[in-house]
C-alpha cells in the first residue's frame, strides 16, 4: 500500500505559510461592514489565537486535534460575531482555501503511477478541515484524486505527528506495515514516525522557504513568497533561477504594476520600454496587461546612453558639463578610451587639448585629475563642441527617422518606461524629441538617483530614496542582444544596429533559465492577486527590502551571481561585476596606493564596493590596511613602493604637471602636500612659486607662500589650483582668468 500525505505534497496554496489564508481572509473582511471592525482589521491574529485556544482545550480533554467547528466556537468568545456570523466565516475560511488551492504536479504524477501498476493508495492528512472540504479541494486541484480512502485527523482526533492516525488508516485499510509505502514533505510527520512504526517512508520535500524569506504580516508579501517557492518547486533551480523567483521577479513586479496602474489613472495608452533593461519589463508587462486585458499598447524600442546621448547633443558648455558629469570618466583608464566617450578617434581628440595631454601617448594611464583637466579645456572649446555636434549629426537624424517611425506622436498619451539613473539620457532625448514634438514626454522610472528638473519631460518615480548600490537593479534586467550602437538604414526603414554580445555575456541557457524564472514569477503572481479579487497598490516597500538584501547581505551563491555577471556602468565595455577581491588587491590599493589612487588599475571587477561586502573576509581586511595605511609603518611602506615604481605610485598631483616652471596655487593641506611633491627629486620641476590669497607673506616647510598678484612677474608653464573643494577651485579659477592668465596654462590639481 502506498499512502500518499496531501498539503505540500499533492497539493499546495497559493500563499507562503497556511496562515497566509487568514490574511487574505482578512482583506476580504475589510470590505463587509456587517463584521466588527475588531474582527475586521485583526482578523489574522484572532483566527491563530482561537486555533491555539482550542488546540489547548482538545488537550485537556485528551484530544489530539481540533476541528473547524471547535476554532470558530474559540474565536466566538471575541463577543465580536452575531448570529449566523460564525457559519459565514467557516464557509468563507474554506472558499479562500478553495480558490487557492494549487496542484504539485510531479507528485501527482507520482501518485498515479502508482495506481495504473495497480498498488492501493490512501491519503492521509493531520488537518482540521473537515473531509469533505478537502474532498472539494482535490478535485479542483486534480479530479483523479476524487475517490481514494481519505483520513483526516479532524475526523478521528489522531494525528499522523502522534502516529495515531497511521493506527487507524491500517486497521480500516489492513494494512501489513512492511508492505506499506508513506510519500509526505514533513520530516517528523511523514518520516520519522512512519519509520518508528516500521512503515518505509518515502520523502517528496517541499521547496519551502529559503532562510531569507520572511513574509511579512500582509497578504501581498505572503503571495510573493508562496509564487517564489512555487516557480523554484517546478524545476531544478541553480542560481540563476533562484535570482529570477526570489529576487527579481518580487523586486520587478510591484514597478512594472505601478508603470501599468499609473497609466491607466493618467490615460497613457501607449508604453514604450527602451531596450535592454526594458527588455525583460517589457515582457512581464506583456503577461500582465494580456491576462488583465488592459487597454494599454506595449513596443520594445532600441536605445541606449552610446546611442542617444551625443546625437542629442545641443553644443552647448552647459550641455557639454552634464554629458562628462554622467558619462562614468572613472572608466576610461586612457586617452583612448577618453576618446570613445566622444566617439571619435584619439587622434581627433589630440587636436583639441593642450600641452601635455597632446603629444600623451594613446594608452598612458590616465590619473582622475587628467580627466577633470581634460574635461576642463574640452568644454571651453568651442570649436571641439562644434566638431562634436557635427560628427553627431547624421546619427542624429537617423535617430529622429527611428522615433518618428517606431514612436506614435499621434497625441500625449505614451510614456517610455526606464528603469534606474539620473535621468540625464531621456532628458536629453526629450530636447531633441521637442526640435519636432510639442507635447508632454513622460518617463517612468523605478528608480531616479537625482532629482531632475521637469521643463523637457516629466519623471514618474517608483521608489525614491537612497537604497545602497541601486544601480544592481541593471544586473537583474538582462537581455539576450547586445547595447544598441547606433542605427543605419535599410529598404526605407531605420535599423538598430546592435553590439555583439562579447565573451562576457551571460550563456544563452542561463539567461534563458534566469527570465523563464522571473516570467514564470509574474504569471503566479498575477493569478494569485486576480483569484482573490485582491489588488492593493504596488508597493516600494518589498522590492527595497530585497534590493538591500542582494546589496548587503545576499546568499552567498546568489552573490556569485551577481559577481561573475558583465557589466558595464557606462556601457562602453563589460568587465565582470564584482568578482572576489584577493588580498594582494586590496593592499595594492589601501596601503601602497597602488595606480596613483585609481583602484581600477588594481582590481578588474566594475564593483570594488561590492567585492568587498561578498568576498568572504574582505571588508575586515580592507579596514585594517586603512588602519595601517595611517600609521608611520604605512607611511614608510607607501614611501618605499613610491621609490621602487618610478615616483609616480602614491602621487596626490601627476607628476607630468609638476615639471618645468610651474605655480602652486593653494597653502592648505592640498597645496602643502603638492609643494612638496614638486621639490621631491626627480619632480621635474625647474621653478617654484607657491600663492595663497590669505596665507600670503608665511613660511611653511622653509618655502616662502606669495600674494598671487606675484604670478604676472613671473614666467611660468602652468598654474595649477591646489584646493579641496570644486567651489573653492572654481573661484580661483575665475580670478586667473580675469588676471589674463590664458586657459590652457591653468590646470586643476
Known sequence: MHTFDIFDTLITRTTARPEGIFLLMEEKLRRMEEYAPYLRENFHDLRK????????????EGKEEVTLDEIYRALATTASLRDGQQEALKKLEEETEYENILPIPANIRLLKQYQKQGEHIALISDMYLPPQTICGLLKKAAPALTGIPLYVSCAYGKTKGSGGLFGVVKIREQASCEHWIH???NLHGDAEVPQRLGITASPLPWEGLKEYEHPEQDAYSQLSAGASVRVRSETVCTAAGETGSSFAGPILYPYVRWVLEESIKRGINRLYFIARDGWILYRMAERMIRVRSLPIKTAYICGSRKAWRLPCFDGSEEAFAKLLRWSNLDEALTLKELAAVFAMDVLTLKQYLPLPFSTMGDDVPLHAVDRKNIGAFLGENSG???????SAEPQRRLLIRYLCQEVDLSDEHFAFVELSGTGYTQKSLARLMHTFYTGTIRNFYFKLDTVPGEEDCVYLNFCPGNIPRSYMLELLCRAP????????????RIIPVLEERGEAALSASVLEEYCRAVLSYTDSMTQALLKNDFMPAPSPILPAKYLRLIASEP???????FQDMPFSGSGRKNTRFAPDITRREIRDIYIFGKGGGDW????????LDYALVVTPGAAAYAEKCLHISRTAIGRRLKELYERLS???ATALCPAAYLKGNIVIYGAGKVGEAYMKQAKKKGSGCTGLLWVDTRLHGQKKAGMLIHPPQAIRERSCQRIIIAVHTQKAAREIRESLLSMGIRREDIFYG
Open 49 to 60: 489565537g482561537a486555533e491555539e485556544l482550542a488546540r489547548l482545550q482538545a488537550r485537556e
Open 183 to 185: 510519500h509526505g514533505d
Open 384 to 390: 571641439f563642441l562644434r566638431a562634436l555636434v557635427k
Open 481 to 492: 542582444h547586445g547595447q544598441t550602437a547606433g542605427y543605419r538604414e535599410e529598404a526605407g
Open 555 to 561: 546568499p552567498r551563491h546568489i552573490a556569485r551571481f
Open 600 to 607: 581600477r588599475r588594481c582590481y578588474q571587477g566594475n564593483s
Open 646 to 648: 618610478g615616483g609616480t
